[in-house]
Every structure is written in C-alpha cells, then in structure tokens.
C-alpha cells in the first residue's frame, strides 16, 4: 500500500485522474517538497542563470523565495530530537 494512498484515492474521486496517474503525481509533488536546502538554491540558481539574470538578481531573489519554500528538514540524529524536546 502507497503511504499517501488516502490522497492518491481523494484525488482520483476528485479528479479525472487515474490511480496510476494520481500516484504519479503525488510521488512528484513529494519529491519536490523533499528537496533540500542546499539542491534547492543551487536548483534555482541555474534555472535563472539559464534565463540571463545576473547573480546580483539572483541571490536577492532565491532568499526571498526560501520562507515561503517547504523544504526536506535536515536529518537529525536520535541525541538531537532529544534535545529538541527536552532541551
């Protein structure tokens, strides 16, 4: 079974979309919420390199970008979420 599968069935009773297709969809939609900091920026960089904005242009505008970007949390060891609840 899917993890997503409650999602992957709302969207084919919702939509015109197969399972296969809305299961396709739903892995996209994961694996780009799933990326990390660092391969986002650098990510983005290249898109707007390609598109002849200049670095100056660029970095202002990815860090106006990154709040309101979901991004993958870092990997955290099992000392750190302890820390992180009991501080």
Do not use: C, W
């Not at 990326?35 to 390199?49: A, S, T």
């Not at 990815?62 to 970007?69: G, N, Y």
């Not at 993958?72 to 099992?78: D, G, K, Q, R």
């Amino acid at each position: 079974m899917h993890p997503y599968e409650d999602l992957i069935a709302h969207l084919t009773r919702t939509s015109q979309l197969a399972h296969g297709e809305a299961a396709r969809v739903v892995a996209e939609v994961v694996a780009y919420f799933s990326e990390p900091v660092e391969e986002f920026v650098r990510r983005r960089h290249g898109e707007l390199k390609a598109r002849g904005f200049t670095n100056d242009e660029i970095f202002p505008r990815i860090a106006a970008e990154l709040p309101a970007r979901r991004v993958a949390a870092p990997e955290l060891s099992l000392r750190q979420l302890r820390r992180i609840v009991y501080g």
